[in-house]
Nanobody
Framework: QVQLAESGGGLVQAGGSLRLACVYS????????VAWFRQGPGTEREFVGA????????YYSDSVKGRFTISRDNAQNTVVLQMNSLKPEDTAVYSC??????????????????WGQGTQVTVSS
């Protein structure tokens, strides 16, 4: 059974940094992708980035590229989202999700069947 749990959200000033962690269990398939999505007030869920097991590569949305970094810690069963140079528009609930999408579909919400509970990130101006 796949389980995900996020931690690390909070309140930070613009320009600051936060580190989110997604602790997972039951993800043994080499086809696994763990992605981060976010949903701000009154907005739809948005793809932030993802890490694919098979090629060990991260992928990012244009809105966070160069500011956010995704990595996997095998020993801790954790996918980390390091967020730097945060902006007020990054304010959202951040959730991690697991699935087996093909590369062309990694940004699609419906490609992920297991989700964590989400963690709030608030960036003040």
């Amino acid at each position: 059974q796949v389980q995900l749990a996020e931690s690390g959200g909070g309140l930070v000033q613009a320009g600051g940094s936060l580190r989110l962690a997604c602790v997972y269990s039951g993800l043994s398939s080499s086809s696994t992708t763990v992605a981060w999505f976010r949903q701000g007030p009154g907005t739809e869920r948005e793809f932030v980035g993802a890490f694919r097991w098979n090629n060990r590569m991260p992928y990012y949305s244009d809105s966070v590229k160069g500011r956010f970094t995704i990595s996997r810690d095998n020993a801790q069963n954790t996918v980390v989202l390091q967020m730097n140079s945060l902006k007020p528009e990054d304010t959202a609930v951040y959730s991690c999700a697991a699935g087996r999408p093909v590369l062309s579909a990694i940004r699609r919400v419906d490609m992920y069947g297991t989700w964590g509970q989400g963690t709030q990130v608030t960036v003040s101006s």
